[in-house]
């Protein structure tokens, strides 16, 4: 079967791996920019021996997704830098709020404490949720914000879950779909009255089934027995994350995948004997696509012979954010940690501030990256302010969030246009109603990428694998 892919980000790369082992060759894949990678991008300063990322530094090896990413990363042969449960990156994750720096409770002695911002201790939010009555939600979805706020309180909608959603997917968690992160823990709710009371029976009922046997015809993959085994909250790649794009890259091509850079889709249309690609200027035929663009890239190319499809998929929401990479010298952190979110109750212009030399080794600098934007962009940055201003909130904000008193050595701002796509309530009906159209008109594609089943990198892979191994 001759099959085009389109996009190499992660997940346009991962199709591409899949389908060599699925159907073998041809394959093409086609990519409008010069790169591979799509918003993974690392700076390597050998100069100052250290990384920028302006886009994901970190995966977590958990459940399955987590498990068939490290079978990727366990094939392409690449070096992991893994950081256990026990590392103060994984123990140490703050909030600034109400004014000071807050550690999060990381343990069940938390939950008897009165740990600021919150005004109360944490097992009373869980109380709420054993005696408040559920309510049924007729549409199947709520905002994630409503649903922590009926169980839990709005404490810890406000302090808890909305900077949770921030760090993730830099969106409003008032507009987030409760099923973007906690579908399990609605529908138990739903079906049993309430979370403890659901998860309980849950767990006595023996429900929680682990599906990742039927990922691993050959057993579960070792890098993925190692994670378990050494307590693995999370790794990064040596070298920086844009490694794994670049290797799955030349993976492919020495496997005589075709990678055409700088080959931009301009046009997909659907006949008989599969699809008609414009790339660039050229006519291009092929018996079937798998779009592993953003929603909103796709849309125009299906416009002319879909126009509901494209509509569709333009319902999916993204946002823009600004990524601020900090350099200092020496060490000035005066509390390690992976880093600290900002409530969007504080009302301040920054999303959170990672601490990549708490992560990684840095050559001995201060490395941080600032987030900004997101579902506020508009707010903030909407009248386009200059890189220098831009520079200037980031650090002013580091510097007394931080008590850092030095001004930043070298520096970079990325400003990611429609970088997250948002999972607003309704969005799992809505990807579902987009794929029933396509299977309805059998239309030749397929849909992966972070526009449909999860943000993350692992949902990426994973979803490029399934949509491959969904193909007929
Ligand atoms: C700032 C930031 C931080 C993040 N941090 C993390 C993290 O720490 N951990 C984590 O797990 N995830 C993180 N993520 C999410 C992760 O980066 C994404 O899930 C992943 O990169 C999405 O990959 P993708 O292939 O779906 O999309 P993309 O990366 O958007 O790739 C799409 C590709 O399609 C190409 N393209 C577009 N239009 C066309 C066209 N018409 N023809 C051909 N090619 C086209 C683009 O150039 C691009 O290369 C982060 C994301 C951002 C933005």
């Not at 600004?322 to 010298?329: P, S, T």
Request: hydrophobic share 40%; charged share 20%; aromatic share 8%.
């Amino acid at each position: 079967m001759k099959t085009a892919v389109l996009g190499a980000g992660l997940s346009g790369l991962s199709a591409g791996y899949y389908l060599l082992r699925r159907f073998g060759k041809p394959l093409t894949i086609y990519e409008a920019l010069p790169r591979v990678g799509g918003w993974v991008r690392s700076e390597n300063r050998k100069d100052g021996n250290f990384i920028f990322e302006s886009g994901p530094r970190t995966i977590r090896p958990v459940g399955e997704a987590g498990a068939n990413t490290l079978e990727l990363v366990e094939e392409l042969k690449l070096a992991v830098k893994p950081i256990p449960r026990s590392h103060v990156a994984a123990r140490n994750r703050m909030l600034y709020a109400k004014g000071q720096l807050c550690l999060l409770p990381n343990g069940p002695k938390g939950l008897f404490g009165v740990l600021p911002p919150f005004t109360k201790p944490l097992y009373k939010a869980l109380l709420r949720d054993l005696f408040t009555k559920s309510t049924p939600v007729k549409t199947g979805d709520e905002s994630i914000y409503s649903f922590v706020e009926r169980r839990f309180g709005k404490e810890i909608a406000d302090y808890a879950i909305s900077p949770m959603i921030c760090g993730i997917c830099a969106g409003n968690a008032q507009e987030i779909s409760v099923r973007f992160l906690m579908e399990g823990l609605f529908e138990k709710e739903q079906k049993y009255g309430g979370v403890l009371k659901g998860t309980l029976y849950a767990l006595f009922q023996n429900k929680e089934k682990d599906s990742k046997e039927g990922l691993f015809a050959q057993g579960q993959p070792k890098l993925y027995t190692q994670a378990l085994q050494e307590k693995w909250a999370m790794y990064g790649l040596q070298g920086g994350l844009e490694i794994l794009p670049r290797t799955m890259r030349k993976y492919l091509v020495e496997r005589d995948v075709n990678v055409q850079l700088s080959n931009e889709c301009r046009n997909l249309s659907f006949n008989s004997s599969g699809a008609q690609m414009t790339i660039k200027d050229a006519e291009v035929p092929v018996e079937h696509v798998v779009s592993a663009l953003p929603a909103h890239k796709l849309a125009p190319l299906v416009k002319q012979q879909h126009p509901s499809l494209c509509a569709e998929l333009l319902e999916i929401p993204y946002v823009d954010v600004v990524v601020v990479n900090l350099q200092f010298q020496g060490n000035l952190l005066k509390q390690d940690g992976f880093g600290l979110l900002v409530p969007p109750v504080e009302k301040l212009p920054i999303l959170g501030v990672i601490f990549d030399s708490c992560c990684f080794d840095m050559g001995g600098n201060t490395i941080l990256t600032v987030m900004m934007g997101g579902h506020w962009f508009e707010q903030w940055f909407g009248n386009r302010p200059s890189q220098k201003q831009i520079l200037d909130l980031a650090t002013s904000h580091v510097q007394k969030i931080l008590q850092i008193s030095e001004e930043p050595k070298f520096s970079r701002i990325h400003t990611l246009h429609k970088c997250i796509p948002q999972y607003t309530v309704g969005h799992k009906r809505r990807v579902e109603s987009i794929r029933n159209y396509i299977k309805f008109f059998k239309l030749p594609l397929s849909l992966c990428g972070a526009a449909y089943d999860g943000v993350g990198i692992n949902d990426v892979i994973l979803s490029a694998r399934r949509q491959v191994e969904a193909m007929q």
